[in-house]
């Protein structure tokens, strides 16, 4: 009888350790968060073969992703600037006990650069004014010549364009 009872304890045993390695391994599902000021990256590691779907949430706004296989590092772009808000995220997926797991983390922005703001100068516009139109000056010698005899009257002379077309 003892035999006996040492041979189920050996089974209960083993039955025992099967059981507690693979829930150690099922619920062994992990991720981590970073954040780069340009990306925030999610690597999820120890989950099994097959396919695995996750959320990256980001300052509220959640980003569906996938992978395969046991391990993927996943990124998804998100700049911040020196005085932004902190930046918030989060990740939820399927943990190896079919339970939603999330991992929260938050990252300053006080390290990133700060934003540049792009200055054009002002547009500049060239005006052509017309030229000044305006009657010639005629100059008379105080003395009359011979020349200046034959004429009457001065005249104004006034440039008129000529518009074609």
Not at 95 to 123: L, M, Q, V, W
């Amino acid at each position: 009888m003892r035999k006996t009872v040492q041979a189920v304890a050996a089974v209960a045993a083993v039955v025992a350790g099967t059981i507690g390695i693979t829930m150690g391994s099922a619920s062994a599902h992990t991720a981590t968060l970073s954040y780069d000021c340009f990306n925030v990256t999610a690597k999820y590691v120890d989950f099994g073969d097959g396919s695995h779907s996750a959320t990256i949430t980001i300052n509220g706004t959640v980003h569906n992703v996938s992978f395969t296989g046991p391990s993927s590092t996943l990124t998804v772009p998100f700049v911040s600037h020196s005085g932004d808000p902190d930046v918030v995220v989060s990740t939820t997926f399927i943990s190896g006990n079919n339970e939603p797991k999330t991992i929260s983390a938050t990252f300053s922005a006080d390290s990133c650069a700060a934003a540049t703001t792009t200055t054009r100068p002002p547009a500049t516009t060239t005006t052509t004014a017309p030229p000044n139109v305006s009657p010639d000056v005629v100059v008379r010698p105080a003395t009359p010549t011979p020349e200046a005899a034959v004429v009457v009257a001065a005249v104004a002379v006034v440039a008129t364009p000529a518009f074609t077309g």
